[in-house]
């Protein structure tokens, strides 16, 4: 229930404990899960204190239990481990702290934890983090590496080695983190998401080298798989050896095998890159040579047809073919007017002959009456009717008189 209180009436501040103890007192036992960050177990002493942090998140909560909880499991258990542990909530009141009081603790075990991951992959599968559309390509020759690893470690050694024997010129920028155990989930996703937000930075490798399965859950965990899967810089998972295989690695746009796998995969070697270059302009030096010997026999060839060779030779034998064909139709032309004008001779000849011009030069002579009819039968004319006379010379007047 909430308490009233006012300036003028406030609570003192071990009414405030005491209330805030017995509301904790009301709350029942709760099984929790975390990873045990400091143990403390004092010679003689018949309680063991230690932490429960929760590896995904910077919380963490103390744990006590009587000795004999803990020898129950001190064989598995120690800093590091991931446990379960059945414990009520105890509010100590002289100093204001709270605790967990455990009754029992229980390691996770490899098999548990394996198939907690393999739920989680289903679910973020679903989600489409780990989609093939969503991988982004990584440049051919990046100017500068982002590198997550631990501190002087074999993977760092073995990703800047490599990486500068491949390619001299390149360059790194180096976060070393905590890559095992309570700190190493935020401080790889600070480290990510930091060289992220450098423009220049072309792509980013997480590294780490092998280990057991607990040892590499902070690479399966979702905080960081989420924060991988917002990175607009291509993310290299490097995790482990081959057979590991973190979340981490579904995640990032590239999976190595290994650390040195990484190098090899993000940095080109510059003698491999020589010696394509080299290749290729042979390459490209005999396809020219052969294009052009290629064209040379092309040309040769052409020159050596005959209308290339001598272009005048088609046009002289036309020549006199063409000669030949003028003459013909000359000689033929020639026959036709001649046929021509001799038909139009004779047909002169005949329409001469026939014309009535020519038999008035015979002396024959045409009478025509005043309306211009000719004159055919002595019926048609009448005494004394002047009639008209046309004979080859010309025309006269003449009268009949019968």
Not at 38 to 52: E, I, K, M, W
Request: aromatic share 4%.
């Amino acid at each position: 229930m909430a308490v009233n209180t006012s300036p003028e009436a406030p609570l003192p501040v071990g009414e405030i404990s005491r209330l805030i103890g017995s509301w904790i007192d009301r709350l029942g036992a709760v099984w929790v899960e975390g990873q045990i960050t400091q143990l403390s177990r004092r010679p003689g002493a018949g309680v063991v204190f230690l932490t429960l942090r929760d590896p995904s998140y910077d919380i963490s909560v103390s744990v006590t239990c009587y000795r004999q909880v803990f020898d129950a499991v001190a064989d598995v258990v120690g800093e590091g481990a991931r446990v379960v542990v059945l414990a009520k909530p105890e509010w100590y009141a002289p100093r204001g702290q709270l605790s967990l009081r455990a009754a029992e603790i229980r390691p996770v075990g490899v098999g548990e934890l394996l198939a907690r991951l393999e739920q989680l992959k289903k679910t973020l599968t679903a989600e489409g983090l780990f989609a093939p559309e969503r991988k982004k390509p990584l440049p051919f020759l990046p100017q500068l590496i982002g590198l997550v690893c631990g501190r002087a470690s074999a993977a760092e050694r073995d990703v800047l080695e490599n990486a500068r024997h491949r390619w001299p010129a390149v360059r790194f920028e180096v976060r070393n983190v905590a890559v095992q155990g309570v700190h190493a989930v935020p401080q790889v996703v600070q480290a990510v998401k930091e060289l992220d937000g450098m423009e220049d930075v072309d792509v980013i490798i997480v590294a780490r080298g092998g280990g057991s399965v607990e040892d590499l859950l902070p690479f399966s965990d979702e905080q960081l798989v989420r924060a991988v899967a917002g990175c607009r810089t291509p993310v290299v998972s490097a995790i482990g050896h081959e057979p590991d295989n973190p979340l981490l690695d579904h995640v990032a746009d590239l999976r190595a095998s290994t650390p040195t796998d990484a190098a090899k995969k993000v940095v080109p070697d510059v003698g491999e890159e020589m010696e394509r270059v080299r290749m290729l302009r042979d390459r490209a030096r005999r396809c020219a040579e052969v294009f052009v010997e290629r064209e040379e026999r092309g040309l040769a060839h052409a020159l050596a047809r005959p209308s290339i060779e001598d272009p005048h030779r088609m046009i002289d034998e036309r020549a006199d073919h063409v000669a030949a064909l003028l003459d013909r139709g000359r000689r033929t032309l020639g026959h036709l007017l001649d046929r021509a004008d001799s038909e139009l001779t004779h047909t002169h000849a005949r329409v001469v002959a026939l014309s009535p011009a020519a038999t008035l030069r015979r002396g024959y002579a045409v009478l025509q009456r005043a309306d211009g009819h000719v004159v055919r039968d002595p019926e048609e004319v009448a005494q004394g009717e002047a009639l008209r006379a046309r004979v080859a010379g010309g025309e006269f007047t003449v009268r009949v008189d019968v």
